[in-house]
Nanobody, 114 residues
Framework: QVQLVESGGGLVQFGGSLRLSCAASRKLLSFYRMGWYRQAPGKQRELVAT???????NYADSVKGRFTISRDNAKNTMYLQMNSLQPEDTAVYYCTAGTNPTYWGQGTQVTVSS
């Protein structure tokens, strides 16, 4: 069983920054694709960003230019650097791994105040 543990969420003001981390219990290179999803209250879960084992990235239009996904294979950790945060970014953020994706973390709350 794979465990994904997110950290780094919290309360931040409009325009601020946060960096989320996702520590995996298995080597990251064993996953072709990893990603971040988020779910805001009363809304459907949505894809935020993905990264492949080769380093290719993909972003939701709403976060392009503000968020950066990266992975440190040596540390078995994936990151999401979030800049210029807006109240619309308030959500629970989930780390994922695998194609479907197969594995999900427990989520970390990000709250952006206006």
């Amino acid at each position: 069983q794979v465990q994904l543990v997110e950290s780094g969420g919290g309360l931040v003001q409009f325009g601020g920054s946060l960096r989320l981390s996702c520590a995996a219990s298995r080597k990251l290179l064993s996953f072709y694709r990893m990603g971040w999803y988020r779910q805001a209250p009363g809304k459907q879960r949505e894809l935020v960003a993905t990264i492949t084992s080769g380093g290719s990235t993909n972003y939701a239009d709403s976060v392009k230019g503000r968020f950066t996904i990266s992975r440190d294979n040596a540390k078995n950790t994936m990151y999401l650097q979030m800049n210029s945060l807006q109240p619309e970014d308030t959500a629970v953020y989930y780390c994922t791994a695998g194609t479907n994706p197969t594995y999900w973390g427990q989520g970390t709350q990000v709250t952006v105040s206006s």
